[in-house]
């Protein structure tokens, strides 16, 4: 049921010829007069224009139209446009409604009889809706400035400093204990290979002494709960089981710690293995030339590991009788350092980069003609002690990937047939005798 008093304007712009090259705009025209609680139909070549406009504005004040459809182009460019005109003539701008006869219909259509009919019935929807609009009023509401950003890897940080660059407070949230997730954990960024580090470390420390920047790590965002401007959120702050105002971060209470790392507390436990008169010397001639307890056993276990090419079980416990220090200390930075190894290895010790670049130019090919050619897989060591395979992040020579660097040798620009060729040298009793 239409409201006597309900009286609608309908323009269909042309849009040049981007609507009335498919679009049979005097017929779309012609159809909407027809429609009940039409009081107006017209057509424009481009009823945004000014002269358009003024024609929306002069029917509105002259014919006492109550609402107005405007069947042009897409509301992303324009509905604002309409509005404006029907406020500046009295009529409330909600009262508006825009059919989108261009992107939804002349652009995706090519015969014209099915494009018009189209357009008649995008008309025809959009004046029944617009009956039913109600007058709105736009109102101003406090809105609280804050920002929450939740994830702090690199785009999180990145927003947070922009937003906090701003003059805005920022609440920046992420559940691990530390920030930057996965780009904190690459060697370089893909395409241009730069260090990840030296992009992402300066972010960080902005971050941290950003004045407008509130850090919450490891917590998590439970519920969120209000509208647009004036969100209540819920963060969990997970248990720290440290004083945060005192903690400087350098670590020491993880040794301590009963809760969270046990597993770290109780290395594994070494067997039980006599010490023969050769190692128990070689590991005293190498420890007394290091002065110092528990500094010194890097470069003691390095001196070692040298000669060893491995770290046998008694001979940790050699270092750790001879230094006093503990033998979980001493465990632990074996296990910690990659260029150390609890297990024999080979005297040619084979890494496969498979950093971004290598990888881009072919590492895995080459990984898998060296485990074929060695018998081997990744982290094993052949019978004779002869070589062990084993793969690295990065070797710092994108500009030669793929490589492979056996002891202190680089091998650049490698091919499948080169890996092959490379392992018969290796083989070679020349090559035996002067590894």
Known sequence: ????????????????????????????????????????????????????????????????????????????????????????????????????????????????????????????????????????????????????????????????????????????????????????????????????????????????????????????VEEVSGFVGNFRVKVRRKARYVDEDKCTGCGQCVENCLVKNRTYLEPPVLPQVELDETKRSLVDRVAARHDGGAEAVVPILQDISEILNW????????????????????????????????KPRGRHIINVCMGTACHVQGATRILETLERELGLAVGETTSDMRFTLETVRCVGCCGLAPVVMVGDTFYGKLTPSKAARLVGKLAEPKASAVA
Request: proline share 6%; glycine share 6%; net charge neutral.
């Open 1 to 220: 049921m239409i409201a006597p008093s309900t009286r609608i304007g309908v323009y269909v712009c042309h849009c040049g010829t981007n609507i009335s090259h498919t679009v049979d705009v005097g017929a779309v025209v012609a159809h909407a007069a027809a429609l009940p609680g039409v009081a107006v139909a017209k057509e424009y070549r481009y009823m945004c224009s000014d002269p358009g406009q003024e024609i929306i504005r002069r029917d509105i004040e002259e014919q006492g139209l109550t609402r107005v459809v405007v069947a042009s182009c897409s509301p992303l460019m324009h509905e604002t446009t309409f509005r404006k005109v029907c406020d500046e003539a009295g009529l409330n701008p909600f009262l508006f409604q825009m059919a989108n006869i261009r992107e939804h219909c002349s652009w995706v259509h090519s015969d014209r009889e099915q494009a018009t009919a189209k357009a008649k019935r995008l008309v025809r929807a959009a004046i029944q809706r617009v009956r039913n609009h109600v007058p709105l009023e736009e109102r101003e509401v406090p809105v609280r400035p804050e920002t929450l950003v939740v994830g702090a890897g690199i785009a999180g940080i990145e927003a947070a400093l922009r937003i906090a660059d701003s003059g805005k407070k920022v609440y920046l949230v992420e559940k691990e204990p530390s920030i930057g997730g996965h780009m904190a954990k690459f060697d370089k960024t893909f395409p241009t290979l730069d260090c990840a580090a030296c992009i992402l470390t300066p972010k960080m420390v902005n971050v941290g002494q950003h004045p407008n920047i509130e850090l919450l790590s490891y917590s998590e």
């Open 311 to 342: 770290l046998p079980p008694e001979v940790l416990r050699r270092v750790s009788e001879v230094k006093h220090v503990p033998l979980e200390h001493i465990v632990r930075i074996a296990t910690f350092y990659r260029s150390f190894s609890l």
